[in-house]
T-cell receptor, first 115, second 113 residues
Framework: ETGVTQSPTHLIKTRGQQVTLRCSSQSGHNTVSWYQQALGQGPQFIFQ???????GRGNFPPRFSGLQFPNYSSELNVNALELDDSALYLCASSLEAWGGSTEAFFGQGTRLTVV | AQSVTQLGSHVSVSEGALVLLRCNYSSSVPPYLFWYVQYPNQGLQLLLKYTTGATLVKGINGFEAEFKKSETSFHLTKPSAHMSDAAEYFC???????????FGGGTRLMVKP
């Protein structure tokens, strides 16, 4: 059973650029959630994808967007990067099934620095 | 709407002493409650969770937490701290068993020799 893997581990971008972060779900999981963790804070929920459809979103602007692919891997895209987007971005996968969902497993995260 | 408050951003204990990390929540629906641990430059690892049933929940590494609905609390305890327990701890609430988590601000646990 493979865990949740994220790439890249670290990334430096310039303000105004666009970035794509990637996440491979744990084997058998069909749901992916993304979180932003600013330095010294708790993670904040960005959005969740279930079977390629967004089915929940936190308080983030539209320039944060995502995709989920048929193999349930996922991308987080951020356009027009701002300095405040500098954070650790965490991906979590879980199995959403009839009767409820299972616990979420987190990846190691991608550290994004915007300069 | 859901929210989580963790009292004390930093907690320091001596090795072998009791660990108590506080968490209070608000939720408009019956909550699912979690404690996660984060070591430096790593992701989150689930310590324990409360979904339904027994209100005293035992987790990994000797940690446990008690769900108290009347106090809207889910405090984390460990009878005897170990140096390896030094990390950041996050309490979280969700409407489902593991999705759309709302986290508290975290508590950094320091363990003194």
């Amino acid at each position: 059973e493979t865990g949740v893997t994220q790439s890249p581990t670290h990334l430096i971008k310039t303000r105004g650029q666009q970035v794509t972060l990637r996440c491979s779900s744990q084997s058998g999981h069909n749901t992916v959630s993304w979180y932003q963790q600013a330095l010294g804070q708790g993670p904040q929920f960005i959005f969740q994808y279930y079977r390629e459809e967004e089915n929940g979103r936190g308080n983030f602007p539209p320039r944060f967007s995502g995709l989920q692919f048929p193999n349930y891997s996922s991308e987080l895209n951020v356009n027009a990067l701002e300095l405040d987007d500098s954070a650790l971005y965490l991906c979590a996968s879980s199995l959403e099934a009839w009767g409820g969902s299972t616990e979420a497993f987190f990846g190691q995260g991608t550290r994004l620095t915007v300069v | 709407a859901q929210s989580v408050t963790q009292l004390g951003s930093h907690v320091s204990v001596s090795e072998g002493a009791l660990v108590l990390l506080r968490c209070n929540y608000s939720s408009s629906v019956p909550p699912y409650l979690f404690w996660y641990v984060q070591y430096p430059n790593q992701g989150l690892q689930l310590l324990l969770k409360y979904t339904t049933g027994a209100t005293l929940v035992k987790g990994i590494n000797g940690f446990e937490a008690e769900f108290k609905k009347s106090e809207t609390s889910f405090h984390l305890t460990k009878p005897s701290a170990h140096m390896s327990d030094a990390a950041e701890y996050f309490c979280a609430v969700s409407p489902g068993a593991g999705n759309m988590l709302t986290f508290g601000g975290g508590t950094r646990l320091m363990v003194k020799p």
